[in-house]
């Protein structure tokens, strides 16, 4: 059980929350229903990762045998066979699918798509520069758009543009932590993709995504139709939030040379989810001040 659980990489599934961006900045997150569907759509979507992670898994076995780290990984250390793995991922797409059949049409093929694009990542793009790093991002994307479409709301443009720049900038740092560990780890190569990134190049890219992240949301903030939609502009005071969580992001990954999981460094950092927590309050307060106001009266 403790193998199988690990297999599914369940801390991975908090990626998933981006589908809950757009029922929040939709003003409708204390509505009942809609958070429901919201989250069913999110199950989906971690059941549906649990199965690509597998996937991956049994088709990145042998490789995952000479990583330092991936190779406690259930099928790479033989804890559960590959045969096993295709079961356990047939069983998750097989739940994915009737949990997912009463949802809309929309939704089902943001799903849809983000299964056959983490495929072909496993089986091929992983392999090719640039395109690795932004099918990775692609699917951070598709999260965001699946919880516009299944509860049928409008996401700004803005919005989307700096989910793109967020998943970049997480996907580039991955890819750093994985060069520095070829080069900190006698006599491993990792894949050979990593070789054609240039950590001199890696960081300008992190740079450029930083920037575009910073501007993208602060743009966000203070557009015509977030101003109209919310009745405030007090929204730009929350883009201290975003700055503060990339200035210490870059800290973690360039000064102390934390791991290569975005997903542990944000985690585990205790300033970085206090960040966040903050950011997520401060969003809600100024977002749903008028309901909160009413409620409190």
């Not at 590959?82 to 009737?98: M, W």
């Not at 392999?127 to 692609?138: G, K, P």
């Not at 997480?170 to 990792?190: D, F, H, P, Q, V």
Request: with cysteine; net charge neutral.
């Amino acid at each position: 059980m403790r193998a199988t659980l690990s297999l599914l990489r369940l801390p991975q599934w908090l990626k998933n929350m981006f589908l809950f961006a757009p029922v929040i900045f939709s003003k409708h997150l204390f509505e009942e229903g809609y958070v429901w569907t919201v989250a069913e759509a999110f199950l989906v979507f971690s059941l549906l990762s649990s199965a690509v992670y597998v996937i991956n898994d049994i088709a990145d076995r042998e490789s995952d045998r000479m990583h330092p780290v991936k190779r406690n990984r259930p099928i790479a250390s033989g804890a559960i066979s590959p045969a096993q793995g295709a079961g356990l991922a047939a069983v998750l797409l097989v739940l994915t699918v009737v949990l997912a059949s009463p949802l809309n049409t929309k939704f089902l093929a943001a799903a849809g798509l983000y299964f056959l694009l983490n495929l072909a990542y496993s089986f091929s793009l992983k392999h090719v520069i640039l395109v690795d790093v932004f099918i990775i991002a692609s699917g951070f994307m598709l999260r965001v758009l699946a919880g516009a479409f299944v509860i049928d709301v409008q996401v700004s443009h803005w919005l989307v543009l700096c989910t793109l720049f967020v998943s970049l900038f997480l996907a580039i740092s991955k890819r750093r932590g994985e060069m520095l560990l070829i080069e900190n780890t006698e006599g491993y190569e990792g894949r050979a993709v990593l070789r054609e990134y240039d950590l001199g190049f890696v960081d300008q890219m992190m740079t450029i995504t930083a920037a575009g992240m910073a501007i993208s949301y602060a743009l966000y903030t203070v557009a015509e139709r977030t101003v109209t939609v919310f009745g405030t502009e007090n929204l730009i005071f929350t883009t201290v939030f975003v700055l503060f969580g990339i200035f210490r992001y870059l800290y973690l990954v360039r000064v102390r040379r934390t791991d290569d999981n975005p997903t542990h460094v944000l985690t585990t950092d205790l300033p970085m989810v206090l960040n966040i927590g903050g950011w997520f309050l401060a969003c809600v307060v100024i977002i749903y001040f008028q309901e909160l106001k009413t409620w409190f009266q």
